[in-house]
């Protein structure tokens, strides 16, 4: 695997792992992070590639997790897709798909992909935004991980002695 094939893969990897985190990101904690992020510089114009717009998607899940796949049935959600114009003349594209109706949502996270590609923004949206956000993500997880732990029911089996 050549070098250019093997950096190639880690930023399609770190942009996925970044993805991840703006779509699962409640609009008010997103915005306050990228106010954090953008604090004393004026924000990035853009223009719109597509414009933020609600759909619908197929969900599909598979018998017992790994078998067969099937629909599982259709789910609300919105997308949008943006090109920055930043004065060094750089033009990255932002692009975000989330669950739901949130138009404003779909603005912010394809704003923050866009910056987060950008070298000039990159690492303070990472430190100021995509850090932040997952590890709230991950808290939240181990919360509900822990609260479902304590509704676990311990079942065993006598066995009877004949």
Known sequence: ???STERGEAQTAARRNWMAVLARSPRDVLQSALDAALAGEPSPAYEWLRAPDIGLAMVRGRTG???DAFNVGEVTVTRATLRL???DGATPVGVAVHMGRDKERARLAAFADAL???PRHAARMQTHVIEPLAAR???EKRRKEKEAAATKVEFFTMVRGE
């Open 65 to 67: 997790g790994t078998g």
């Open 85 to 87: 114009k930043l004065d």
């Open 116 to 118: 987060l590609q950008s």
């Open 1 to 3: 695997m050549s070098i």
């Open 137 to 139: 993500i991950a808290e």
